[in-house]
C-alpha cells in the first residue's frame, strides 16, 4: 500500500522507481482516481452546505406563512440529500477502485537495491564457509541410504498427492530437533519472543501483509473463507494489525514455529524431486516490528540471526541481495541466504530475510506513538526464515553425508537427539 500523498507530490519518483522493477508508469492512472475521488467529496460537501442552509431558512419561511417559499425550500432540502447521498456514494465507490489500484501494485525497491531481470542479476555480499570436498561422489538427499527410508513419498502421494512427503524414524526425530534448536537460538541468544499462532487466518490478513489480493493463486483458502499461512509472516505481523502501539515497545521481535502451506502455482516443474519444495513444510519465522530510523540496523540483524544458525549447524552459504527483478512485491529490499547442496553441486535458498519499510503497515493500519509526542506514525515491518526447516535437514544430511551411507551430524544437534551423532546407514540414530 503506497501513500497516496507521496504519489502526488511526486509522480516522477514513483514511476521511476516503480520502473526499476520493470513495471510501467502508473502515477497518471492513480491520480485521475484520486483526483476523481476528492471531487466528489468536495462536491458533496457543497450539497451539504447547501442543504444546512436551506434547513434553516424552512423554519424562517414557515414563520412568515410563506407556504410558496416553505415548499421550495424543502423540495430543495430533500433534493439536496438525495445528492449527497448519491455523491458520497461515488466517492466511496472511486476510494475503493484507488484503494483496489494501490493494493495491486508492488512495493518501492531501496536505492541500494541493485537493478536487474531476475535471479541471475543478484548480487553476492558474503560467503561463510567452504564446501566439502568428497572422496566420492556425494548423493541428493533422497538417496542418502541412511536417510532415504525415512522419507515416504508414496505414503504421502496416497494421502495427499505430489510434493508431500511423510518423515518417518531418524529423518523426522532430526527434523523435530532442528526446528528446536533453532527456537532455543532465537529465543535464548537473540532474545525474540516465542510465539504459537493459529495457521488458519481472515482474508484481511493476508491483504495487511500483501498475499491478497494479487496472489492468492499461491495460497489455500478454505471452504469457510479462511486462508491457510504460507508463511507465520502473516500471523507475526498482524498482532500489530489496527494497533498504535507506544514507540518505547519497539522493536517488537517474534519467533514463531508453524507449518506452512503453499501452493507453488508458480513453479510447476520446478524441483519436483525430493522435499526440497512442498505444499505442506514447516519453518521457523522471524517477524521484527521497528521504527522507520532503526529498520536497516534491523534488517541486518535479522539477517545475521539466520545466518548464526547455518554457522552452528557448520553448513556453508552464501549471502546475496536481491535484485528489483527478484524481488518480492512486498518488500524493498531482501537478502537471501543460500546454503551449500553437496548433491545438487550448487547453492540453494534456505532463508530470505525482508524489509517492507511501512508498506504493510499502511495496508494494516499499524502504527506507533513517538514518545516526544506528535502525531502516530506507521511502523516498519521485517520477517525471515530463521531457517526452513525441510530445507535445513535437507543441507545437514547431504553435507554430512559419508560414502558407506551413514550421516555424521553437526554437534549442535547431539544435544536434541540424546548425544546421538549420526544416522547409520541402516537409518538409525546413534
Known amino acids: 500500500m503506497h501513500d497516496i500523498r507521496a504519489i502526488r507530490e511526486n509522480p516522477q519518483a514513483f514511476d521511476a522507481a516503480l520502473g526499476r522493477r520493470g513495471l510501467s508508469s502508473v502515477s497518471s492512472e492513480i491520480l485521475a482516481l484520486d483526483e476523481a475521488r476528492r471531487a466528489k467529496i468536495q462536491a458533496a460537501e457543497e450539497a451539504q452546505a447547501e442543504q444546512n442552509r436551506a434547513s434553516k431558512e424552512v ?22 440529500k438525495a445528492e449527497v447521498a448519491r455523491l458520497n456514494d461515488e466517492a466511496k465507490a472511486e476510494d475503493q477502485r484507488l484503494r483496489d489500484m494501490l493494493l495491486g501494485i508492488p512495493n518501492l525497491p531501496y536505492d541500494d537495491v541493485p537493478d536487474g531481470a531476475d535471479e541471475a542479476d543478484n548480487v553476492e555480499l558474503k560467503r561463510w564457509g567452504s564446501p566439502r570436498n568428497f572422496s566420492f561422489t556425494p548423493k541428493e538427499h533422497y538417496e542418502i541410504a541412511g ?10 502421494a496416497k494421502l495427499s498427492g505430489s510434493r508431500f512427503v511423510v518423515l518417518k524414524g531418524a529423518a523426522a526425530r532430526l527434523h523435530r530437533a532442528l526446528a528446536q534448536f533453532m527456537l532455543d537460538l532465537h529465543v535464548e ?52 494489525n ?32 525430493g522435499m526440497l519444495r512442498q505444499h505442506q513444510f514447516e519453518k521457523v519465522e522471524m517477524v521484527s516490528v521497528t521504527t522507520p530510523e532503526t529498520s536497516a540496523a534491523e534488517h541486518e540483524r535479522m539477517t545475521r540471526c539466520a545466518e548464526a544458525v547455518l554457522e552452528k549447524l557448520e553448513l556453508p552459504y552464501r549471502r546475496v541481495v536481491l535484485c528489483t ?40 493500519n499499524a502504527r506507533y506513538r513517538p514518545d516526544g509526542g506528535g502525531k502516530p506514525e506507521f511502523v516498519h515491518t521485517l520477517n525471515g526464515s530463521g531457517l526452513a526447516v525441510g530445507r535445513t535437514l535437507i543441507a545437514v544430511v547431504e553435507n554430512g553425508q559419508q560414502e558407506d551411507g551413514s550421516v555424521a551430524l553437526p554437534a549442535a544437534l547431539h544435544p536434541y537427539l540424546r548425544g546421538a551423532t549420526r544416522i547409520s546407514a541402516e537409518g538409525v540414530l546413534v
Open 59 to 80: 423554519g424562517a419561511a414557515k414563520a412568515k406563512g410563506d407556504d410558496a417559499e416553505f415548499e421550495r425550500l424543502r423540495a430543495l432540502v430533500a433534493e439536496k
Open 147 to 156: 536417510i532415504a527410508p525415512g522419507l515416504d513419498f508414496e505414503a504421502a
Open 189 to 240: 541468544e537473540h532474545g525474540l519472543l516465542e510465539t504459537a499462532t493459529p495457521v488458519l487466518v481472515r482474508e484481511e490478513m493476508m491483504v495487511g501483509t500483501g498475499q491478497l489480493p494479487k496472489f492468492g493463486e499461491d495460497s489455500y483458502q478454505t471452504t469457510t473463507g479462511w486462508w491457510l499461512i504460507p508463511t507465520a509472516e502473516v500471523t507475526l505481523t498482524n498482532l500489530v
Open 242 to 273: 489496527g494497533e498504535i502501539v507506544e514507540e518505547a515497545t519497539l522493536p517488537r521481535r517474534y519467533v514463531a514455529h508453524t507449518q506452512c502451506f503453499r501452493s507453488e502455482a508458480g513453479s510447476a516443474g520446478r524441483d519436483t524431486a
Open 325 to 364: 527483478g527478484d524481488l518480492g512485491a512486498g518488500m524493498r529490499k531482501t537478502h537471501d541466504l543460500e546454503v551449500w547442496l553437496p548433491g545438487q553441486d550448487a547453492y540453494r535458498e534456505i532463508s530470505s530475510v525482508s524489509v517492507a519499510g511501512d508498506y504493510q503497515a499502511r495496508r494494516m
